[in-house]
C-alpha cells in the first residue's frame, strides 16, 4: 500500500473520530468537566502519550530557528483551537459545532491568499462569501434552544475562532512536517500546551470530582484524550506529509455527515430547516472554493 493511499486512510479516520467527538465531548461539559478543565485532562494526556511513544521514534534535535513556529503551533493548534471549541461546545450543540468546522478550508485558502500569495478568483470569492454567509446564519439568525446549550450564537462564533486558528495551524505546521518526525513535532508541541494552558485551565481543572463521575464519562473522557487528541493530531501530522492541505481539508466536509449522524442517532441534537439551509451554502461556498487543484499551504 502506497503513503498517498495510508495518507487518506490516516486523514479519513481521524474526521471520523472528529465527527463522532462533538457529541461525545458535549456529553460531558459542562455537567461533570468544566470546558478549560478539560483542556488540561486533553493536553496532559496527549503530551504523556506522546513523550511515551517518542522513544520509537528518530533522536531529533529542534533548530533554534524553528522554535518560533513550532511555539506558534502550539498556541494556534493546542491553546486557542482547543480553548475556544470546547468553550463554543459547552454553550451550542453538536450539530452546530459539527456545521460550522466545515468553513476551515475557506479560511484556509483566505489565510493562505493573505499569507502566501494563493491565487483569488471571482469563483472562489463568490464561494467564501457564501460559505460565510451560511456560517454567519448560523451564528445570528438560527434561534434554536437546547438542553445544556446556554448561548448558541456565541458558541457559533467561538466556533468561528476556533476553525481560524485551526487554519493557521495547518500552515504553520506544514513546513515543520516536512523536517522533523510526527512523534518530535507532536511530543513538543503538546509539552508546550501544558504550560500555556495550565494557567488557564487549572482552576476548572482542580474543580473535577474524579470519583463522582460516571462509567460513561470516564469512558468519553478517555475517548476525547486517546482518540480526539492523541490519535487524530498523530493521524493528521502523517496525512499531511503527503496530501496538500486543499485535501486535508476536504475530509473535513465528513464530519459534519458523522457528527449530525450520530447526535441526531444518540438524541443528542436535532435538524430543523434552518440549519439545513444554512448547511447548503456553507458546502456549496466549500465547494466553490476547492473544486480546483490548489497548491500545497
Not at 452546530?96 to 493573505?114: D, Y
Not at 471571482?122 to 467564501?128: D, E, K, N, P, V
Not at 522533523?180 to 494552558?197: D, E, Q, S
Not at 461556498?285 to 497548491?295: A, M, N, P, R, S
Amino acid at each position: 500500500m502506497n503513503k498517498r493511499i495510508l495518507a487518506l486512510i490516516a486523514a479519513f479516520i481521524a474526521s471520523a473520530i472528529y465527527g463522532i467527538n462533538h457529541t461525545l465531548a458535549k456529553g460531558v461539559m459542562p455537567t461533570y468537566v468544566q470546558p478549560y478543565g478539560f483542556i488540561l485532562i486533553r493536553v496532559l494526556g496527549a503530551a504523556i502519550l506522546f513523550w511515551g511513544i517518542s522513544f520509537w521514534g528518530p533522536k531529533e534535535k529542534i533548530a533554534k530557528s524553528d522554535w518560533p513556529r513550532i511555539i506558534g503551533c502550539a498556541i494556534l493548534g493546542m491553546v486557542i483551537n482547543m480553548q475556544v471549541f470546547f468553550k463554543g461546545l459547552s454553550l451550542s450543540t453538536p450539530i452546530h459545532s459539527s456545521l460550522i468546522i466545515t468553513v476551515t478550508p475557506i479560511l484556509v485558502f483566505v489565510l493562505s491568499a493573505l499569507l502566501i500569495g494563493e491565487k483569488l478568483s471571482w469563483l472562489r470569492a463568490f464561494g467564501i462569501l457564501l460559505g460565510f454567509a451560511g456560517t454567519a446564519g448560523l451564528i445570528l439568525y438560527d434561534n434554536t434552544t437546547a438542553e445544556n446549550a446556554p448561548n448558541i450564537p456565541l458558541g457559533n462564533l467561538l466556533f468561528v475562532i476556533n476553525a481560524t486558528s485551526y487554519g493557521l495551524y495547518l500552515i504553520l505546521v506544514k513546513p515543520l512536517t516536512n523536517k522533523y518526525h510526527a512523534f518530535t513535532l507532536m511530543k513538543w508541541l503538546f509539552l508546550i500546551a501544558v504550560f500555556i494552558n495550565f494557567p488557564i485551565s487549572y482552576v476548572e481543572f482542580s474543580q473535577v470530582q474524579w470519583q463522582e463521575l460516571p462509567v460513561d464519562i470516564v469512558l468519553k473522557i478517555i475517548y476525547v484524550v486517546l482518540g480526539t487528541t492523541f490519535a487524530t493530531y498523530l493521524l493528521n501530522i502523517f496525512a499531511i506529509k503527503t496530501l496538500k492541505a486543499s485535501t486535508i481539508g476536504a475530509f473535513i466536509y465528513l464530519q459534519p455527515l458523522i457528527g449530525i449522524l450520530f447526535a441526531v442517532v444518540v438524541g443528542a441534537d436535532q435538524l430543523n430547516l434552518m440549519k439545513v439551509a444554512t448547511a447548503a451554502m456553507i458546502f456549496t461556498g466549500v465547494y466553490l472554493v476547492t473544486k480546483k487543484t490548489e497548491k500545497s499551504v
